[in-house]
Structures are given as structure tokens and as C-alpha cells.
């Protein structure tokens, strides 16, 4: 508390700076939140929330009790995953009134696996202008901090439910260079894990970024083999949400799975699935089960 006093000579400058930004009337602002630590928000957003006229937010009570710490007290307008387009119908209709409409989740940025894209979608089309003001992000919190070298990543978000479905998403990922990067809750990340385990080669780096920006944050870098042993040694270390960055596929595995693809192409024209896999398992020595799955999507499509 000594620091931010003592700061205040050159806050208040940086303030003022700020409030001589224009903010227009009619627009939504998509504006991020902390993902955990309440000091990670910007003086900007500070300064809009100040001015907005209303909060559209994931979960009011959340919202006002984030809004208090601060000092703030607003309209707040739930605007949730159930209710998306309903509510921007109402947004709509205060922009039309001239308002500013601040637009937020329970944590991090609106629209990034979290409610808002569809409100964003019918602003914009009814002609009114979406601004963002940017800060917290997990997934790029914990890429900052993965140590994965890559300049490209995918951002996969939250895997389905369903084992089915989940490994269907995941076998379709198999051969991507770029980085891979999941969010996962605490009751779904050893299954998760497990899945990750049978559809990707044990060597790649994954990484656990749990609970970040927050008291009991942990970023554990290990190869996919040992990734279930070091969730299971210690209960806390499933607890809390979770970022997961998994290691993209070398690009001269990449090379090797073009060359299957194109083997395979050749086989299915006159073979069984069964047979093609077979086939070009002999012929690149990649494992005939893989080959398998990959044939079986190829003749779908």
C-alpha cells in the first residue's frame, strides 16, 4: 500500500491522460476483467466503468462484488450463455439511446470461451461500433510463461464432454504445428489428461498452468508420459482452472504425415480402410493404429 501511495504523483498524470481519450456514446466496449488477482485491471477499464451507463456482465452478483472492490456501483444486465440473444436486443436498444454499454465476463476477456461473441455479432450488424479495451487473458498468460518456443498457437478452448466427441476434437489436432491450448475445470482435467495420453505421442511437452494470477498458482512443464503421475501425486494439483499448452507436432513429423496422407489417398482408391492402413504402415513405418483413424476420416470425407 506504502508502493501505490507513493505512486500516486505519477498515477494521477497517467489518469488524466486517460479520461482525454474519447470514449463515444452508442458504442459497447468489450472490456477484460482480472483473472484472479484484482489488481490486474487497467486504468483504462477503470476509467470506462466509471463511465458507462450500464454493466453487461456473466453473473451480476459476481460483477457487483468485482465492481465494489474498485469503488463502483452500476446497472448491471445479465447477459449469459442462455441468454445472449435476447439480451442484445435490450444492449441494442440503449445504444440507440445513447448510452455506453460495458460488456465483461466473470473473468478475463468476453468472448475468448466465455459469453459475448454473439452480442458483439448483433451490435455490429445493427451498426453501432464495438470497442475493446484489453488486459487479462489466461491463455496468453500461461503461453508467456510455458516456455513452449513456437510463434504460432491454437487456441482449442474447452474440449467436449463427451469421450466420444472429445477424441473425435483431438485426433483431428494430432498433426498441427502451432501450440495447442486448452482450458479445462478441476473435475474434468484427469480424464482430460488421459485423453491427451491416447491421442498424442508421449514425448510432447505439455503444460499445467493452474490457478494463475492467483495465491496457490502452479506451472508444471513436463512430457505428456509423466503428465498423469504428477496430477495424481498430489490432490491440490487438481484443483483450480486450468490452462493446458500442448507441444505442436515437429515440422518434420509434419512432413512424414503429408506423405501418409498422400500413401493413403493412393490405397483407399483401391483398398479397404483396414487394408490401406495396413499397407501404409509398412511403407512409412508410422503406427498402423494411427494410420487407421486417419484413413477412416479420409473416407468420410
Known amino acids: 500500500m506504502t508502493q501505490l501511495i507513493s505512486s500516486l504523483p505519477t498515477v494521477l498524470p497517467i489518469m488524466h491522460d486517460v479520461s482525454q481519450q474519447t470514449y463515444p456514446a452508442s458504442a459497447l466496449y468489450v472490456l477484460a476483467t482480472p483473472i484472479g488477482n484484482i489488481g490486474d485491471i487497467t486504468l483504462r477499464a477503470l476509467h470506462l466503468l466509471s463511465l458507462a451507463d450500464a454493466v453487461a456482465c456473466e453473473d451480476t452478483r459476481n460483477t457487483a462484488h468485482l465492481l465494489a472492490r474498485y469503488g463502483l456501483s452500476k446497472n448491471l444486465i445479465a447477459a449469459h450463455q442462455h441468454n445472449e ?4 436486443d435490450k444492449l441494442i436498444a440503449r445504444l440507440q439511446a445513447g448510452e455506453r454499454i460495458a460488456l465483461v465476463s466473470d473473468a478475463g476477456t468476453p468472448a475468448i470461451s466465455d459469453p459475448g461473441a454473439r452480442i458483439v455479432d448483433a451490435v455490429r450488424a445493427a451498426g453501432f461500433r464495438v470497442l475493446p479495451l484489453p488486459g487479462a487473458s489466461a491463455a496468453v ?9 513456437n510463434d504460432r498457437f491454437y487456441f482449442a478452448g474447452f474440449l467436449p464432454a463427451k469421450a466420444k466427441q472429445r477424441d473425435t476434437v483431438l485426433l483431428g489436432l494430432r498433426t498441427m ?8 475445470a478441476p473435475h474434468r482435467i484427469t480424464e482430460t489428461v ?5 491421442a498424442f505421442e508421449p514425448a510432447r511437452q505439455i503444460v499445467f498452468a493452474r490457478e494463475l494470477t492467483k495465491l496457490f498458482e502452479e506451472i508444471h512443464r513436463c512430457p505428456l508420459a509423466g503428465a498423469a503421475a504428477w496430477l495424481a501425486a498430489d490432490g491440490n494439483r487438481q484443483r483450480g482452472e486450468f490452462v493446458i499448452l500442448l507441444e505442436g507436432v515437429p515440422a518434420a513429423a509434419e512432413a512424414d504425415d503429408v506423405e501418409a496422407d498422400r500413401i493413403l489417398a493412393i490405397l483407399l482408391a483401391e483398398c479397404s480402410v483396414r487394408q490401406a492402413a495396413a499397407l501404409a504402415a509398412q511403407i512409412t513405418g508410422q503406427k498402423k493404429n494411427a494410420l487407421y483413424e486417419r484413413a477412416l476420416r479420409m473416407k468420410e470425407q
Open 194 to 198: 488421459e485423453a491427451l495420453a491416447r
Open 141 to 149: 498468460a500461461a503461453l508467456s510463461a510455458g516456455g513452449l518456443v
Open 85 to 88: 440473444r435476447e439480451v442484445a
Open 177 to 184: 504445428t502451432a501450440t495447442l491450448v486448452f482450458y479445462e
